[in-house]
């Protein structure tokens, strides 16, 4: 797994914001992957009216909401991120990009997001005929890509999350209905979960994946959940991702990443190192101690995994 990167993605300036250009600066040397600035992949997703809103949003620096800004280098780093994300869908790769996706709606952009870049990439890949699974371990809930994959039976999406936080939406027991009935999957953590408990409800999502049996996993890679991240209050260690990352290598040779949140700018670039080394099974460049959770959270995700299995036992074999 390589990165692909542009330096258009520096370009979009948010301002004094979380999610700004400096979160990828430890990256700016990376060369320019050459890429298309095809709309097509992303009007497939998104509404023509909304596109044509980010373009004119864009280029009057207008925001789209309190949360997600934008300047007049915003609409093409936008575009661009999709198109990495598809070409990384392509080559097995890992999209580093700016904006993130994983909250962009098909007619509306939310949180730091413009274009759900995962989403794209997902219905382009089903449209060549392949069976994806999406996994977001963002601390956040991908409520877009959620939303947008809910209808098409050949896309599973999963993630791991804080809950309670923004986007304050996302119930367990909504696993998808008709046709794509128990292809939502969202294990929601409590404040304070550590690395303990966040690999019991990996291992609980890896099963739901196999049993889908992908052609693709999708990894929405997001590091947010960091212990020291200023958003959210989970307590994931630097070298958790590392051990993600080569346990998805060893489960899913055929998989690829998009960069989602992460928002401690010392460590982001650590943790993306970090999973970028377990990805390609090289050694871990930033060990840590790993952190453990209370007994309570324990406790709460026991009984939401006992129970979205429960669900999702009549569509699956777990
Ligand atoms: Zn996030």
């Known amino acids: 797994m390589k990165f ?60 789209l909401d309190g949360d997600t800004h934008l ?18 869908a392509e080559s097995g790769d890992f999209a580093l990009v700016r904006p993130p996706g994983h909250h962009a709606y098909a007619d509306y952009g939310s949180g730091f997001c413009l274009f759900n870049n995962m989403a794209i990439a997902a219905h382009d890949l089903v449209k060549k005929g392949y069976r994806v ?20 039976p050949q896309i599973m999406y999963c993630s791991v999350h804080q809950h309670p936080a923004f986007p304050h939406k996302g119930s367990y027991r909504d696993i998808g209905k008709g046709a794509a009935a128990g292809t939502e999957i969202k294990m929601g953590l409590p404040p304070g979960t550590g690395d303990d408990v966040l690999f019991v409800a990996m291992d609980f999502i890896y099963d739901v994946i196999d049993a889908f049996n992908p052609d693709i996993v ?52 650590q943790c993306i190192t970090n999973f970028m080394a377990g990805m390609n099974g090289e050694p871990c460049p930033f060990p840590s101690e790993s ?16 129970d979205l299995r429960r669900l999702l036992l009549p569509y699956w074999s777990l």
């Open 4 to 63: 692909i990167f542009h330096h258009k993605f520096l370009q979009h300036d948010t301002g004094m914001h979380p999610e700004n250009a400096r979160r990828l600066a430890a990256f700016r040397d990376l060369s320019d992957k050459n890429l298309v600035m095809d709309l097509e992949p992303i009007l497939a997703v998104h509404d023509a009216g909304y596109v044509e809103k980010v373009q004119r949003y864009a280029a009057l620096g207008h925001p």
């Open 291 to 306: 952190t453990h959770s209370t007994i309570q959270t324990r406790e709460i995700v026991d009984f939401e995994m006992y």
């Open 71 to 88: 300047c007049p280098a915003s609409f093409d780093a936008a575009v661009l991120a999709a198109n990495a994300t598809i070409a990384a």
């Open 218 to 269: 999708g990894i929405s890679a997001g590091f947010d959940g960091h212990i020291y991240d200023p958003l959210l209050d989970l307590r994931f260690s630097s070298k958790s991702f590392y051990d993600m990352g080569i346990q998805l290598r060893e489960r899913y040779p055929r998989s690829f990443a998009v960069l989602e949140g992460g928002y401690n700018l010392e460590i982001l670039p």
């Open 133 to 152: 699974a999406i996994l977001d371990f963002d601390g956040h809930f991908g409520d877009g890509t959620d939303a947008l994959c809910a209808d098409e």
